[in-house]
């Protein structure tokens, strides 16, 4: 299992001051020092944390790989299309949201979707698609021919504490999407109390993890979270 770590809300804890830190990439060399598989950024265009020259200093320094967030924006996929992360996922993205609230629909309207997919796929990048664990969705992606999918683990994250039905139904889109040949990503709301169901379903081969391990770090440093996460994570994963 692969443990990638998001670190957006460095970059958040530094643009509440327009100042120069804390550094993101010397987050994400902690991160790596603690176990992460790779690094994860969500370049916004609304810019509220990562900034352009942020991705640029990660795509130089990550050791691992790093995997960038986007919405499908023209502006951003360009960008994305230049640097050349090893890794993009796309995103919706509603400039008054908190965070990323949902999956990727990729109804009717996907032109824009496939648009950009087609662009990041081009340029030798790996893309997956953000999408919500629904059977639907997950057929329309594999008809994208993209090669992953990222499963929203939202609902789960929300629920979890009062009943496994979010789970179960995370555990059969898991297994609908690898059997349509997708590679299964997971990742949103999910901490050190909850991640370990959601390691253990088989067909997932990465998580994303940003809130909850940054807030860990502000008591323990990076480093030290991103152990912590990475033991529940192979944990749940030992037999
Ligand atoms: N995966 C995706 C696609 C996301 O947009 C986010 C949030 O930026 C995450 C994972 C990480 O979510 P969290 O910060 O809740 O761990």
Redesign the pocket.
């Given at each position: 299992m692969r443990l990638y770590v998001?670190i957006?809300?460095v970059a958040t804890v530094r643009e509440a001051r327009r100042t120069d830190e804390p550094d993101p990439v010397r987050a994400a060399a902690a991160a790596e020092r603690g176990g992460a598989d790779g690094i994860?950024v969500?370049l916004r265009e609304d810019r509220r944390h990562i900034q352009d020259a942020d991705v640029r200093a990660l795509r130089a320094a990550v050791r691992t790989v790093l995997n960038l967030?986007l919405g499908a924006a023209p502006e951003i996929v360009r960008i994305a299309s230049r640097l050349k992360p090893f890794q993009a996922?796309l995103?919706p993205e509603r400039r008054q949201e908190i965070?990323?609230e949902g999956g990727l629909a990729l109804s009717g309207a996907s032109r824009k979707i496939r648009a950009a997919s087609e662009r990041l796929t081009t340029a030798g990048i790996r893309v997956s698609l953000?999408i919500d664990p629904d059977p639907g969705t997950i057929d329309r992606a594999a008809a994208l021919g993209v090669p992953a999918v990222?499963l929203h683990t939202g609902r789960y994250a929300r629920s979890w504490r009062r009943g496994d039905a979010a789970l179960r139904a995370l555990a059969r889109a898991a297994a609908h999407a690898r059997a349509r040949g997708l590679a299964v990503h997971a990742?949103?709301?999910?901490t050190y109390d909850n991640v370990r169901p959601v390691a253990a379903i088989p067909e997932i081969e990465e998580l994303?993890?940003?809130?909850?391990i940054v807030s860990h770090a502000i008591f323990l440093g990076m480093e030290e979270a991103v152990r912590r996460m990475r033991q529940l994570v192979d944990e749940a994963r030992t037999p």
């Open positions: 998001n957006d809300h994860t969500h967030e996922t995103v965070t990323t953000f990222e990742g949103h709301g999910l994303n993890i940003g809130h909850s």
